[in-house]
C-alpha cells in the first residue's frame, strides 16, 4: 500500500494515536431492583452499562443513547414482556444482540423471538453468573463482527457513490470552474467535514480561482499561507495534522487558531506527474480517519486530476 500513498502509514500512526478505546455499551432491563444492581455489577468493568426497570424505559435510555452491543432483558415485567421490547429494538438496532433472561416457562414465546431472530439467547432464573458471563462474551463478539460487516458494506457503498458522482459533476459541469464547488461539497459531506476547499494548481502555485464549500458557511480560504499545502504541492504527498493544538510544527501557522481548524487533510491530485489541484479538508475537532478513508481520499483525487486534465482539452 506504501507504493501509492508513501507518506500513508506515518499518517495512519498519527490517526490512531487520538483513538482511544472504549468500553461496548450494554442495556439491561429488569423491574425487580436487585437484579438491576446485580447485573450493573457483574459487566460494569468490561461495558458501559446502562440501566432501565421496564421495557417503556428501556426504549427511552435507547432513544437517547443509540446503538447498543447487547441487551439482557427480563421476560415477565409490567406493561411490556421482555421478548416484546426486544422485537421493538430490532428495526432500528438490528446487529445488537438480545438475550432473555426467564423464571417461567415461556416456551411458546420465547421460541417465537428465537426463532424471528430477535432473541441471541435465553438464559434461565436464577442465572449462573459465569455461564452468563461466557454467553454475553459471545454476543458481544458476534455483535463486532456484524458491525464490522456492515460497516463495511456501508464503505463499499460509499466509496461507490463518490466514484461515480465525481463522474457525474464533471460531465454535467460546462467549464472548468464549474467542477469545483459541487466536487468541494460532495467531500465535505462525505467525509463529515466542517470545511472543503478544492483549489487549482498551475505551474507549482494556488490558482486564483477556486472552489469552496463549507457546511458552515463562509470559509475562509488561507492555503496561499498554509505549510501543508505548500508541503503537499512540493512533495507530491498526502499532508495531515490530526490535532492542530497539539503540533507545535504548526504554530506560526496562525490562520489555524483564527479560524477554529484543528484538523487538516489536505490531498495533492496528481496527472502524469504534475499537481493539477489541492482538496483540503478541515475540523473543528482533532481527525479520526480510517486507514481506508484515507486510500479512498487519494485515489478519489487522481479521478479528479484526471477529470480537469480532460477538461483542459474539452471544455
Not at 26 to 53: G, I, S
Not at 129 to 147: F, M
Not at 217 to 223: A, D, F, T
Request: negative net charge; contains cysteine; hydrophobic residues 40%.
Amino acid at each position: 500500500m506504501n507504493h501509492i500513498i508513501p507518506n500513508l502509514d506515518t499518517i495512519s500512526h498519527q490517526l490512531m494515536s487520538l483513538e482511544r478505546p472504549k468500553k461496548a455499551k450494554m442495556l439491561v432491563v429488569d423491574d425487580e431492583p436487585d437484579n438491576l444492581d446485580l447485573l450493573y455489577r457483574t459487566f460494569r468493568r468490561d461495558f458501559q452499562v446502562l440501566k432501565a426497570e421496564s421495557g417503556v424505559r428501556a426504549l427511552e435510555v435507547l432513544a437517547a443513547e443509540g446503538e447498543v452491543a447487547v441487551i439482557i432483558s427480563d421476560q415477565r415485567m409490567p406493561e411490556m414482556k421482555g421478548t416484546e421490547f426486544l422485537s421493538r429494538t430490532v428495526p432500528q438496532f438490528p446487529n445488537t444482540m438480545r438475550i432473555i433472561l426467564t423464571g417461567f416457562t415461556d416456551v411458546e414465546d420465547l421460541v417465537e423471538a428465537i426463532n424471528s431472530g430477535q432473541v441471541y439467547k435465553y438464559i434461565t432464573k436464577p442465572w449462573n453468573p459465569d455461564e452468563l458471563k461466557e454467553v454475553v462474551q459471545r454476543a458481544a463478539e458476534t455483535y463486532e463482527l456484524l458491525k464490522q460487516r456492515t460497516e463495511e458494506l456501508q464503505r463499499s457503498q460509499s466509496q461507490t457513490a463518490l466514484l461515480s458522482t465525481i463522474l457525474c459533476t464533471a460531465q454535467e459541469a460546462n467549464s472548468l470552474d464549474a467542477c469545483l464547488e459541487p466536487l468541494a461539497s460532495l467531500f465535505n459531506q462525505t467525509f463529515h467535514a466542517d470545511g472543503c476547499i478544492v483549489q487549482l494548481v498551475e505551474d507549482g502555485t494556488l490558482a486564483a480561482t477556486q472552489g469552496v464549500y463549507s457546511a458552515n458557511g463562509g470559509l475562509e480560504n488561507w492555503l496561499d499561507n498554509d505549510s501543508l499545502t505548500k508541503a503537499a504541492i512540493a512533495t507530491q504527498k498526502m499532508q495531515v495534522a490530526v490535532n492542530i493544538p497539539a503540533d507545535h510544527s504548526l504554530a506560526s501557522d496562525t490562520h489555524y487558531a483564527s479560524s477554529g481548524t484543528q484538523a487538516h487533510l489536505i490531498v495533492p491530485a496528481i496527472y502524469r506527474g504534475e499537481v493539477l489541484a489541492v482538496l483540503s479538508l478541515q475540523w473543528k475537532q482533532p481527525c479520526t480517519l480510517r486507514e481506508d478513508e484515507l486510500v479512498l481520499l487519494h485515489v478519489s483525487a487522481q479521478q479528479i486530476a484526471l477529470v480537469f486534465a480532460c477538461a483542459r482539452c474539452h471544455l
